[in-house]
């Protein structure tokens, strides 16, 4: 896992958790509207994909338990994971690009209501994404996957000094690249061909030589209003428009972007989609639905865009209307870590990976309440407007302190905990009954990242080797994890 360097080790602050009566005075547990619904308080579980779902996109059991879970610690809000919007194969991540879908998405959202006693909100991010190859054998890519042309002929000839390469048949020049020192493969290909190579093939919503690339901006409106007319079928109480790291639509709001075709370069014509997107799915759900949006407060990569391009979004987007902005921060392929032969390049592995999901081994800044100069810059942008619209902040946010302080400084209106729910869905339900010294902390050092990567059931280390074998315990398919934190029984009734 990538960290700073030189690094700094950090351990989980000590803390001071509220009595009962402070927590009931407490910001973090006041309600607040979102949209059309009003979440009882500004606790929120942001996206986090379990690998739960079925081969072809399905809830499954494992899925509604996991939410389930997570719901019995009543936050004011859960977002059901990254879920596909289009009717393809995408492994075991959940889908919602066609009504047969429907039925599970409808059991989970009664899962969620019945564990939180109706109290928690439940949104469901939905997502596109372009395609992304596994890193392919040497002798795979240029026997097969490598368009062999007049350019590479060219070069060979330049390198060789021998124009008899000008006219040599594709199989002598496809054995000469397979079996060439990397010299020489690096001046015959050109960047995106090295990239293939080294880190498998991956689309870019720039690469618009490709007609499905060109046309994203005829498709994606109608996917996800379908997609959010689903949600909105199924019972959810609002979408998540998944705007942010790696995917299709941040890529579009990114200052990579310079497609010539009205949909990218200035910072108003990289939002256009995004907000072509919006009002699609806002007129097929209508005016009384939650839609909200998630997208990067800063990309943390070369040439991408920054704190500034994101408060220019986060006023668009307000104005638009849009219900709710939910900043997250990097998590590009762009500076992703080379995978393994055999493997798909994962954009959670270099620089803008570690910002999006900060652990303890960090800079001086440290992981805890790391991105906040961001969603307050998001926030002042909206109130520069004068409009209201909440803004979610997230990253390495675990103690009750931080999220009251988060508040009242104003840096956000809802806080976001993705791992130290994860490490203990029950600590809001413990700091709001005075109960927070048995709040299981996280410690920040990203086991269940690890497992994300891998594509592995994700559990948390501090629980899942507990009472393997006591009854009704739900283990990972390798037999050595238990799926779910152990229930809290002393819990408020
Ligand atoms: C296992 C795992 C899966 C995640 N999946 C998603 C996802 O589907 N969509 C998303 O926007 N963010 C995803 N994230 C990022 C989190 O929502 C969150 O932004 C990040 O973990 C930082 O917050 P934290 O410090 O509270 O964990 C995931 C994080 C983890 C640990
Ligand atoms: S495995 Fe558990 S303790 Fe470790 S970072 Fe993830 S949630 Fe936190």
């Not at 700094?8 to 001071?16: G, W």
């Not at 994971?81 to 989970?108: C, K, N, Q, W, Y």
């Not at 996957?145 to 000094?161: I, Q």
Request: glycine fraction near 10%; include cysteine; proline fraction near 6%.
């Amino acid at each position: 896992m990538w960290h700073p360097e030189p690094v700094v080790r950090h351990t989980i602050p000590e803390t001071r958790w509220p009595t009962r009566e402070e927590a009931a005075r407490a910001l973090l547990f006041q309600p607040v509207r979102v949209g059309r619904v009003e979440l009882e308080s500004r606790t929120w579980v942001p996206a986090m994909v379990p690998w739960r779902a079925t081969e072809d996109g399905f809830v499954t059991r494992e899925n509604l338990e996991w939410y389930g879970r997570f719901a019995a610690g009543r936050p004011g809000a859960i977002v059901v994971e990254a879920t596909g919007i289009r009717d393809v194969p995408s492994g075991p991540l959940l889908r919602i690009g066609h009504d047969r879908f429907l039925p599970g998405l409808r059991e989970l959202v009664e899962t969620v209501r019945r564990e939180s006693r109706g109290r928690t909100r439940l949104f469901i991010q939905v997502i596109d994404f372009l395609s992304v190859k596994r890193r392919p054998e040497k002798s795979k890519f240029f026997g097969r996957f490598l368009d062999v042309g007049e350019r590479h002929r060219r070069a060979l000839a330049e390198l060789t000094g021998d124009e008899g390469w000008l006219s040599l048949g594709e199989p002598a020049v496809r054995a000469f690249l397979r079996d060439a020192p990397d010299e020489v493969v690096e001046r015959v290909l050109d960047g995106r061909e090295l990239e293939a190579l080294r880190y498998g093939y991956r689309e870019r919503v720039t690469d618009t030589q490709l007609a499905h690339v060109r046309e994203l901006p005829r498709v994606l409106p109608g996917l996800f209003a379908e997609a959010a007319r689903r949600a909105r079928e199924a019972g959810f109480d609002g979408v998540e428009l998944h705007y942010a790291h790696a995917y299709t639509m941040a890529s579009f709001l990114s200052r990579r972007n310079d497609r010539a075709d009205g949909y990218g370069g200035s910072p108003e014509a990289r939002a256009r989609l995004p907000l072509e997107v919006y009002r699609a799915v806002r007129e097929r759900v209508g005016a009384d639905y939650t839609v909200g949006v998630r997208f990067l407060g800063d990309e943390v990569i070369e040439g991408g865009s920054r704190v500034g391009d994101a408060a220019f979004y986060a006023a668009e987007f307000a104005r638009a209307g849009l219900d709710f902005l939910s900043v997250s921060k990097g998590g590009k392929f762009e500076d992703a870590k080379q995978p393994k032969v055999g493997h798909a390049v994962y954009p959670y592995t270099g620089p803008s990976g570690y910002e999006c999901m900060p652990t303890v081994l960090s800079d001086a800044l440290g992981p805890f309440g790391r991105n906040l100069s961001l969603s307050r810059a998001v926030r002042d942008a909206v109130r520069a407007e004068g409009l209201e619209t909440p803004v979610v902040a997230a990253g390495g946010v675990g103690t009750f302190e931080l999220a009251e302080e988060i508040l009242r400084r104003g840096d956000a209106d809802i806080v976001g905990a993705a791992r130290q729910s994860l490490a203990d869905p029950d600590w809001f339900l413990k700091a709001r009954a005075g109960r927070g010294a048995d709040v299981r902390r996280c410690t920040y050092t990203n086991y269940c990242e690890a497992l994300d990567q891998s594509h592995k059931q994700v559990t948390c280390k501090l629980w899942d080797r507990e009472g393997l074998k006591d009854p009704g315990v739900a283990l990972s398919s390798d037999g050595r994890r238990r799926l779910l934190p152990p229930r809290w029984t002393d819990g408020e009734k």
